[in-house]
């Protein structure tokens, strides 16, 4: 199921609810629609308080969705459909306190939500009811045309509330091929210590995503390959300074990624499992990737026999 198959379903279960003109697809999903790369995962944010909770509620009534798993503190909730995780929250503004990235969140405006993003490319909203495509920032749709990874805010600050943006801004930068704005890429440099703030499990997370970029037709170079990403990935952290600021033991392992390349594909798993829904074929390509990433010497016929093993 793609998401304007998805848009439909939900459009359809929704219609003459309170929920038909306020609830939109947001972020990573729509940027990926208009660059005509592949989705796994859907955000929803809906423009009620603890609209998130409650979408999900009224949608595995409506749908038959998997039972919702809800995060009331932060006003999400999770929940699978036919193949899909779908990811649902309020509206919400957030307030960090210094050295903590977990937020203290409250219900706001679907405009207030938008200057909360971290990134113009990801601030983009489809309607849900209609497809209308907002653009609240002012900015996305060009930056995303042009390439480019610019914060929402004020870098500075962007990054001083959540320094795991840092590293966000070079993955994007890494598996979209676009480059990071003067501004943005001045305050990331000048943050790059507080990158010794972030849990280990957070950082190897990012890294990951840096050192095995997913294959992606997009607007930008596509003659670049997967090798040369990942080495560009590899440079952006050396040059923003962050690798100063890393255990020994990561900085070695990356310097080995740098070198290797992933390269199980979706079909490899499918010809080894079968059939597989979106869901479970995305949770197999997280898997292997993580697991690679701790083995970079891993074949792939390792790789599919460590996913058996996992039962997955």
């Known amino acids: 199921m793609n998401i304007h198959q998805l848009r439909i379903?939900?459009?359809?279960?929704?219609?003459?609810?309170?929920?038909?003109?306020?609830?939109?697809?947001?972020?990573?999903?729509?940027?990926?629609?208009?660059?005509?790369?592949?989705?796994?995962?859907?955000?929803?944010?809906v423009e009620v308080p603890e609209g998130?909770?409650?979408?999900?509620?009224?949608?595995h009534k409506a749908l038959s969705t998997s039972e919702p798993v809800t995060w009331p503190r932060f006003g999400t909730a999770s929940l699978i459909y036919q193949?899909?995780?779908?990811?649902?929250?309020?509206?919400?503004?957030?307030?960090y306190k210094p050295g903590n990235r977990n937020p203290k969140v409250s219900f706001a405006s679907l405009e207030e939500d938008v200057s909360r993003r971290d990134f113009t490319i990801n601030a983009l909203l489809l309607g849900i009811s209609g497809?209308?495509?907002?653009?609240?920032?002012?900015?996305?749709?060009?930056?995303?045309?042009?390439?480019?990874?610019?914060?929402?805010?004020?870098p500075e600050a962007v990054f001083r509330e959540d320094p795991l943006r840092m590293l966000r801004a070079i993955r994007f930068a890494t598996v979209l091929d676009f480059k990071i704005e003067p501004e943005t890429w001045n305050a990331l440099k000048n943050n790059a210590a507080l990158v010794q703030t972030l849990?280990?499990?957070?950082?190897?997370?990012?890294?990951?995503?840096?050192?095995?970029?997913s294959p992606t037709p997009h607007?930008?170079?596509?003659?670049?390959?997967?090798?040369?990403?990942v080495a560009r990935g590899f440079e952006l952290l050396l040059e923003?300074?962050?690798?100063?600021?890393?255990?020994p033991e990561h900085q070695q392992k990356l310097e080995i990624l740098s070198a290797k390349r992933f390269n199980l594909t979706p079909q490899e798993l499918i010809g080894y499992f079968g059939n597989l829904d979106n869901f479970r074929l995305g949770n197999m390509m997280k898997s292997a990737k993580?697991?690679?990433?701790?083995?970079?010497?891993?074949?792939?016929?390792a790789m599919l026999r460590h996913l058996k093993e996992q039962k997955l």
């Not at 609810?17 to 999903?29: P, V």
């Not at 849990?199 to 970029?213: L, Q």
């Not at 607007?219 to 990403?229: D, F, I």
Request: aromatic residues 8%.
């Open 83 to 95: 193949g899909c995780k779908i990811e649902l929250e309020m509206t919400r503004k957030e307030e």
């Open 290 to 301: 993580e697991y690679w990433f701790e083995h970079p010497e891993a074949t792939n016929s």
């Open 240 to 247: 923003s300074g962050i690798m100063e600021f890393i255990q």
């Open 199 to 213: 849990s280990p499990d957070r950082i190897s997370s990012e890294f990951a995503g840096i050192m095995i970029p």
């Open 131 to 154: 497809g209308t495509l907002l653009d609240l920032s002012k900015r996305g749709l060009r930056d995303l045309h042009d390439g480019i990874i610019r914060t929402v805010g004020k």
């Open 52 to 59: 998130g909770i409650k979408l999900a509620a009224f949608l």
């Open 9 to 45: 379903a939900i459009a359809e279960a929704i219609a003459d609810t309170r929920f038909a003109t306020t609830a939109y697809f947001a972020g990573g999903c729509v940027r990926d629609l208009l660059i005509h790369r592949q989705t796994m995962d859907y955000d929803i944010t």
């Open 219 to 229: 607007l930008r170079n596509r003659s670049e390959s997967e090798g040369t990403a």
